[in-house]
């Protein structure tokens, strides 16, 4: 197996698990979804070779989400304490999460395709 291939799978894991950890998340019908979207774009990638056109959609709509949350107050995220000091905290992690996806979305969409 080449590098890409060991590349996405590592990516598909990550994005299941980041999935799983959202489960004790306030609003996991949102935030899991949004984790297995991009590891089920991952798997597009790694058995159908899809167009760029197909992973920057997403990417785009992920980022401008992202930024939406951002917090106006920046006070990091804090994943050394369990729950949540503070919402700009929490807006942190979401808007994190976010530009995440959209890394590995843009990371996809200029991963070579083979033939």
């Known amino acids: 197996m080449k590098f890409k291939t060991y590349f996405l799978y590592f ?12 489960w004790n998340d ?30 920057f959609g997403p990417a785009f709509l992920y980022f401008l989400w992202g ?25 942190g992690r979401e808007s994190w999460g976010l530009f995440i996806n959209t890394s590995l979305l843009v990371i996809f969409a200029f991963l070579p395709n083979e033939k």
């Open 67 to 91: 930024l939406s949350l951002y917090p106006e107050i920046w006070e990091g995220v804090m994943l050394n304490e369990m729950g949540m000091k503070t919402m700009n905290i929490e807006l």
């Open 26 to 55: 306030p609003d996991p019908h949102i935030w899991i979804p949004l984790y297995l979207f991009v590891a089920y774009m991952g798997y597009r990638k790694l058995k159908f070779n899809d167009a760029k056109i197909v992973f």
């Open 11 to 22: 990516c598909i894991a990550l994005m299941v698990l980041f999935a799983y950890f959202q």
